[in-house]
Nanobody
Framework: QVQLVESGGGLVQAGGSLRLSCAASGRTFSSIPMGWFRQAPGKGREFVAAIDWSGGLTKYADSVKGRFTISRDNDKNTLYLQMNSLKPEDTAVYYC?????????????????WGQGTQVAVSS
């Protein structure tokens, strides 16, 4: 069982940067894939990025490739999302999640653990 708490969201102008953090508690954090999803007003949940248990393999949505970087520090039980060159369309509530799969997955249905979310707003 894993509990997740996001932080680091806020308001930023287009072109700016934010780093989101997800603090995890639970005995299985270091051995499960993790991911970031987002949900904009009036829209469904969207995959953003995922990382395997070791941190060596990552996946990104095409919309964020080259701008966002997912990483994890298993010693600190923390997941990160570095967001650069932010665009207004990045505005959303961002959620971190832990998967029950053995690999980095883009499928929301394979994530069992979800944080409460942190708001990111990007102004033009």
């Amino acid at each position: 069982q894993v509990q997740l708490v996001e932080s680091g969201g806020g308001l930023v102008q287009a072109g700016g940067s934010l780093r989101l953090s997800c603090a995890a508690s639970g005995r299985t954090f270091s051995s499960i894939p993790m991911g970031w999803f987002r949900q904009a007003p009036g829209k469904g949940r969207e995959f953003v990025a995922a990382i395997d248990w070791s941190g060596g393999l990552t996946k990104y949505a095409d919309s964020v490739k080259g701008r966002f970087t997912i990483s994890r520090d298993n010693d600190k039980n923390t997941l990160y999302l570095q967001m650069n060159s932010l665009k207004p369309e990045d505005t959303a509530v961002y959620y971190c999640a832990g998967a029950r799969s053995n690999y980095a997955t883009v499928l929301a249905g394979e994530y069992d653990y979800w944080g409460q979310g942190t708001q990111v707003a990007v102004s033009s």
